[in-house]
Structure formats: structure tokens, C-alpha cells
């Protein structure tokens, strides 16, 4: 059983970033060997807990 049948997520999100933006997570992503998805959860998950 792969990651994605133990953990689904239906739930999809979309942004606009610049290109600079865009650059800037390319680059994330072929340094840390992470998706997009795995990158922006991350990004998500340290911004809601120093608000929480």
C-alpha cells in the first residue's frame, strides 16, 4: 500500500506566486527531493502553529 491509499487528501487548493516565486520553490524542490504538495503542507503546517 503506497502513501497516498494510507493518507488520502481529497481537498485541493490553488495559488498564483510570481515567477520569482516560482522560481524560488524549483529550486526548493530539486534541492530537497520533496513535490510541491510535500513542500506547501510543510510551509503550512510552521505557519498555523505560530498562530495557533
Known amino acids: 500500500m503506497d502513501k497516498t491509499?494510507?493518507?488520502?487528501?481529497?481537498?485541493?487548493?490553488?495559488?498564483r506566486i510570481s515567477e520569482e516565486e516560482r522560481k524560488r520553490l524549483d529550486t526548493i524542490v530539486e534541492r530537497s527531493s520533496m513535490s510541491v504538495s510535500e513542500i506547501m503542507r510543510i510551509a503550512f503546517e510552521n505557519y498555523t502553529t505560530r498562530f495557533h
Request: proline share 9%.
Open 5 to 15: 491509499t494510507r493518507n488520502p487528501r481529497y481537498n485541493v487548493i490553488s495559488m
